[in-house]
């Protein structure tokens, strides 16, 4: 049986390439994809849900008489998260770590042929040190990391960019406002954390875990170019993940 990787985090600005590094994998045939980038079957958890929940909550709040709690209506229909929401960042890295447990962890099979891909974006001093050192050790010991960079200019780019094209198609397409965009994610602690390295080890719940970060630019939906930009990066990081001693 061909091993792939247990738990992969997908970690990156807003709009960067996350969700399409998803949907590209989900393509590739299953045979193929294990063999060539270590990756299973794909579940993914992803705390966008959790967090839209809230808003859509804070809706109600805001029919019912009182105030919203989590994120204000800096456009309409499209709730953004306010400053006193980064609360929700904490929030859901405990929920995090129910779900994983509660669903993937208790049922010792599921990695036998399943790669869980763990989605999330975060942003301002020491969010991702916070956020990954929330995790429990028995995630993190069977996880890798895939950072997506792109740079500030290119997050905005693409986030407006999708938010216009999504429109096309449905009026409950979504973008980070301007105002969340620029508190939350206009700066973030990952190359700090990881020493700018492109790729290592670093350490998280008292262990150490392998990361690659992969350049996500100039934006492309060429297969041919995508194939060799993931696949290099999964090489390495599996290179890393599979080492003797280090799981």
Not at 189 to 207: C, S
Not at 235 to 243: A, F, Q, R, S, T
Request: glycine content about 6%; hydrophobic content about 35%.
């Amino acid at each position: 049986m061909t091993r792939t990787f247990d738990h992969l985090f997908l970690l990156g600005r807003p709009a960067g390439g996350k969700s399409e590094f998803i949907d590209f994998m989900k393509k590739v045939p299953g045979d193929v994809r294990a063999k060539r980038v270590h990756i299973g079957k794909v579940e993914e958890v992803d705390d966008f849900v959790w967090i839209w929940e809230k808003f859509v909550e804070d809706d109600l709040w805001e029919r019912a008489g009182y105030p919203r709690l989590y994120s204000k209506n800096y456009m309409p229909g499209n709730p953004g998260m306010a400053p006193e929401g980064e609360r929700l960042f904490r929030f859901c890295m405990h929920k995090f770590n129910d779900v994983i447990a509660e669903k993937y962890l208790s049922a010792p099979g599921f990695y036998d042929d399943h790669t869980l891909f763990i989605e999330f974006a975060r942003g301002r001093k020491n969010a991702f040190r916070d956020a990954l050192s929330t995790f429990k050790p028995e995630i993190l010991s069977r996880a890798a990391i895939l950072f997506i960079f792109v740079t500030r200019e290119e997050s905005w780019r693409r986030n407006v960019a999708r938010y216009r094209e999504n429109l096309k198609h449905s009026i409950l397409a979504h973008m980070v406002p301007k105002e969340t965009f620029d508190h939350f994610y206009s700066d973030h602690d990952w190359l700090e954390l990881t020493k700018n390295e492109q790729h290592g080890r670093i350490e998280a719940g008292g262990l150490k875990v392998p990361f690659v970060t992969m350049n996500n630019e100039p934006e492309s939906t060429d297969s041919a170019v995508l194939s060799e930009r993931y696949g290099s990066a999964l090489e390495k990081l599996y290179e890393l993940y599979n080492e003797e001693g280090v799981r």
